[in-house]
């Protein structure tokens, strides 16, 4: 069964090609994935790794947590579903559904 894992610290200018080259250390890497912002068109610096077994991820991350890749210590770990992490604070919308601030306040047209 493949396992996800959680890559982050990554330098800008790492590749997926390097993190698959890298992660074959431990293992089969089955796929690789550096996550994009879409304004920008650069790197997030973090990104997921899936391995072919739980044994090559768990050796994966003993292996590679904290080490050295393209001159930035990187973290890696288990990745947890989208569902299971807490919502962090944020832009919240107001009652009415939509993302006005507020108004001018009282006194308006007074020239």
């Known amino acids: 069964m493949m396992k996800k894992l959680f890559v982050g610290g990554l330098s800008y200018e790492t590749t997926e090609e390097t993190l698959k080259e890298v992660f074959s250390q431990a293992g089969t890497v089955e796929s690789a994935v550096i996550i994009i912002d879409k304004v920008s068109g650069r790197s997030k610096g973090f990104g997921f790794v899936e391995?072919?077994?739980?044994?090559?991820?768990?050796?994966?991350?003993?292996?590679l947590n904290g080490k050295e890749i393209d001159g930035k210590n990187v973290t890696?770990?288990?990745?947890?579903?989208?569902?299971?992490?807490?919502?962090?604070?944020?832009?919240?919308?107001?009652?009415?559904?939509?993302?006005?601030?507020?108004?001018?306040?009282?006194?308006r047209n007074n020239w």
Do not use: H, Q, Y
Request: proline share 7%.
């Open 51 to 63: 391995m072919s077994s739980e044994e090559e991820a768990e050796k994966a991350v003993e292996m």
């Open 76 to 107: 890696v770990n288990e990745a947890r579903p989208l569902e299971s992490r807490p919502r962090e604070g944020g832009f919240r919308r107001n009652p009415r559904g939509d993302s006005r601030r507020g108004g001018f306040g009282g006194r």
